[in-house]
């Protein structure tokens, strides 16, 4: 039997596991926790579980946005660990129906739908919501218009011009943002890439800031399509704990506890890899490897054995991380704010929160800790290099209790202490991935990978030059591009197949599918394809007072007409 080892048990490696197992291979997994699930698992509190379970905590809330296709289907494949409902951890999705944005000083509140609406009280939400966002925000009206033009030109581009054009540079240059209005940088440059994706609008990509904006929205559009889905309860409970059980139950061997110290290479092909767990070392071999390691740590691995038998390689010390990590509030009294994500655009660590005890209808909190929590406000922290207005420090300078002020006190801004009281919170907790040796020298274990303006030339594919070593982590270059889970997973899809060919196994490829394009632009993409060959720029969409999209020149401007009698048709 074909052996594979798989560096790395979080999302990435897991998800190669899982395909490589249900394919005959000989699996074995070595992850340097304890546990399995990276950034996706669940942490139990320290010191919360005396004589009962602990209470939950987190690297950061996840959530499952609407495109998301590869992971969604890969959890459909996993039993949930419960034989009397025969269902997958899949139907354990929860929608999150609204968005909160909300603002600092007393500014409104605006209330977003997460999903087409279907019913009145639905209906009642969008109408309020569109119509504040249009008059409450100070935004102009011909900003807006601006702003559609913007997605709809990432969306009749042709690939070869998002990635030749779009790709090099920002969303902040992309967007025109330093010529136009305070309110548009602040909520359509500057605070949608920041709370969305931990980036700042001048480094990221507009080619991945934007497109994956697109893909929200058009999430939002499709039938029974959502923005937003969540789990009904923590991540490692009714995803990761059964899933790590699947693999066990189909021949995966899973070792926790050994750290890769070494990938040994021959100047061809990957000879063997150095393992350590503290106290000792050990050699493995197999027949093929997946490095399915965070960017952070495989870079510290990459030796010139290596970097000469993979070139590519070493481009990756060029790609940037930034600090994404979350802090709990176990509150005693529930506050549910709105049932799915807030955005605190006007804070300066960039937070963004989730109630989550609405969610977890099976999920006792009473029966965790010390019996006094009924919710759990977990709370993103996506700006770690600003001065916040209490300390007057940046985050990573900050101490433990500082945080957790500057984090609490930014969110009572927002939305008044009469619903964040102090006095309502039980305990909280931050990520661990925090390590606080002292108070000048704060290191994060886990950053998280940022699409910077440029940074697609700098990423290797799943598939290497070095024919038995393969790359199964959110840094590869995959459709979904994004540092995402769905991404991770995509990685570990192509990882695989590459696994596949090189054998020339008669098994199934593993499913890879692009992000949705709208079948109707497809004839813009087109002929902006011809363009392109010939030198040209985008023929954008223009959007006019009234709404109506019109081209600029007559030949775009008869395809419009020709697409919109088609779609009549």
């Known amino acids: 039997m074909t052996t594979v080892a798989v560096l790395g048990g979080g999302v990435a490696g897991l998800s190669a596991a899982h395909e490589l197992a249900t394919r005959g291979f000989d699996v074995t997994v070595y992850e340097w926790r304890d546990v399995f699930g990276g950034k996706a698992r669940s942490i139990p509190v320290p010191k919360t579980g005396a004589g009962s379970a602990a209470l939950p905590g987190e690297h950061g809330f996840r959530f499952f946005p609407g495109f998301y296709r590869h992971l969604p289907d890969t959890m459909a494949h996993i ?41 009145l009280n639905d209906v009642e939400v969008a109408t309020r919501f569109v119509w504040e966002f ?21 969306l009749t581009s042709c690939d070869k011009r998002r990635y030749d054009e779009w790709e090099q540079i920002s969303w902040w240059e992309y967007s025109g943002a330093e010529q136009r209005s305070p309110a548009f940088q602040k909520f359509l440059a500057d605070g949608l890439s920041r709370s969305l994706v931990a980036a700042r609008a001048r480094e990221i990509s507009a080619r991945t800031g934007g497109l994956i904006l697109c893909q929200l929205l058009l999430s939002l559009m499709r039938r029974g399509g959502r923005v937003d889905r969540v789990l009904d309860g923590p991540t490692s409970e009714v995803w990761i704990d059964p899933w790590v059980e699947h693999l066990r139950t189909t021949g995966v061997a899973l070792r926790s506890g050994w750290e890769v110290a070494g990938i040994d290479c021959d100047g061809h092909r990957v000879t063997g890899v150095t393992l350590q767990d503290g106290n000792s070392t050990e050699r493995v071999t197999a027949d093929h490897y997946v490095a399915a390691l965070p960017v952070e740590r495989l870079r510290l691995l990459i030796s010139p054995a290596l970097r000469s038998a993979e070139p590519r390689l070493a481009a990756l010390s060029a790609l ?34 989730i109630s989550q005890a609405q969610f977890w209808a099976g999920i006792d909190l009473k029966q965790r800790g010390d ?31 500082e945080i957790c002020e500057e984090v609490w006190g930014q969110m009572v801004d927002h939305l008044g ?37 440029g940074s697609w030339a700098n990423r290797p594919d799943a598939v290497t030059h070095i024919p038995n070593l393969f790359l199964a982590a959110d840094f590869v270059r995959t459709h979904t591009d994004l540092a995402t889970m769905e991404a991770a997973n995509e990685a570990a899809r192509r990882a695989v ?5 090189a054998t020339g196994s008669a098994a199934a490829r593993c499913g890879v599918w692009p992000l949705h394009e709208p079948r109707v632009l497809g004839p813009f993409r087109e002929f902006d394809r011809l363009r392109y060959r010939l030198r040209r720029p985008a023929a954008k969409l223009t959007v006019s007072k009234t709404g109506e999209l019109a081209r600029n020149d007559p030949v775009a401007r008869g395809l419009l007409a020709a697409t919109n009698h088609l779609g009549r048709g």
């Open 79 to 119: 039993p949930d660990g419960n034989p009397a409902d025969n269902r997958s951890v899949a139907d354990h999705f929860v929608a999150a129906t609204r968005v909160l944005l909300a603002q600092d000083d007393g500014e409104p509140e605006l209330v977003a739908p997460a999903e087409l609406p279907s019913s």
């Open 134 to 154: 249009g008059t409450r925000l100070g935004l102009k009206p011909a900003e807006l218009s601006v702003f559609v033009e913007l997605l709809l030109t990432l």
């Open 320 to 353: 940037v991380t930034r600090w994404m990590n979350g802090a709990m509030f176990y509150l005693k009294r529930d506050v549910p704010l709105q049932r799915g994500h807030a955005i605190f655009i006007d804070s300066e660590w960039s937070l963004t929160a």
């Open 371 to 401: 019996g006094d929590v009924a919710g759990i406000l977990s709370v993103a922290i996506s700006e770690w290099d600003r001065p916040g207005r209490r300390t007057g420090k940046v985050a990573h300078a900050c101490t433990m209790d």
């Open 417 to 453: 202490s009469a619903t964040l009281d102090f006095n309502n919170v039980d305990s909280w907790f931050l990520d661990p991935d925090i390590e606080f040796p002292n108070t000048t020298a704060t290191t994060n274990l886990e950053p998280l990978l940022i699409n910077t303006a």
């Open 497 to 501: 197949n590459g696994i596949l060919d």
